[in-house]
């Protein structure tokens, strides 16, 4: 039995969830009237991303409710947002995809808009936070992050940190296959599409609950970014280090002539140190970087299982 044109899943909208429990009932009482006005054929694709609270029961209780539209990826851990929305790109079924936190930060009602964009011909439309709602740390570290990735990655974008995002099906079939392991989901999108484009989207605070977000896991994340899409900070560090060279080998000539012309002295000593321990830090920050750099080589090499899907549930479509 082949599906009729008209039966074809048109939208696919994906959405991770890690402790959200105060936030699906809204979620779900915001979305679906939404999605049902589209009048396209739709899905939404829940991934549980090894909450610990009632957030998985919620998943299932709506999927009893729509199992004509909803469905629900079970992971058996935390493996992160970015992982949860992979897994949820693997199996959509839609031609547009779009993606959204469960956290209402991003207002289910711009949806509209993003896909009025994509009807116009883009392959890929970023949303930008107008009038971000978040602390003053997260808004200033993001507005800096995002300084460094426009000098560092050609990935141009206003906001990288805004998941309300939509894409053509070709571009997630893109990142399906990259199999990208540390990865950051905007920015991979938008270097495999032809014609992107930005609206701007309403953002509101968290509904409930607090960021997921700790602030190593948010280094973590632009640590993927910066190093995930460019290898300018291994050039730079480079350059730098051939700059250090140059000048300590300035300075070991400097010392030889005096200690040969001018005889021993101990009163520079810790000049001496100082600059000793100066290039030290410099080799340990050099080190780190290309470990970083090695890691990630040997996390693609090593291929080893990304996350574990506990179950699945949903319709066949
Ligand atoms: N999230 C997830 N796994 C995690 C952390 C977050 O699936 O390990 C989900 C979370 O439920 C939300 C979205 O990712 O839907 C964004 O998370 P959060 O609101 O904590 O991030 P922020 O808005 O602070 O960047
Ligand atoms: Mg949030």
Redesign the pocket.
Known sequence: MSASPADLVRVSVV??????ELNLPVLFARLYPVLDALGRRYEVIF?N?GSADRSIELLRAQHAARPDVTRVIDFNA?Y??HM?IMAAFERVRGEIIVTL???L?NPPEEIPNLLAKIDAGHDYVGGYRLNRQ?SFF?TYASRLINYVREHTTNIEMTDQ?C?LRAYRRPIIDAIVQSGAINTFIPALAYSFSGNPAEVGVKHEE?HAGA???SFYQLIRLNFDLITGFSLAPLQYFTMFAMACSAGSFLLVLIIAYRRIFLGAEAEGLFTLFGILFFLISVTMVGIGLIGEYVGRTYQVVRARQRYHVRSILETKG
């Open positions: 959405i991770p969830v890690y402790n959200e991934t991303d935390n992160g947002q949860a936190d469960a956290d930060q978040d997260r940190g998941m968290r960021s997921n977000y």
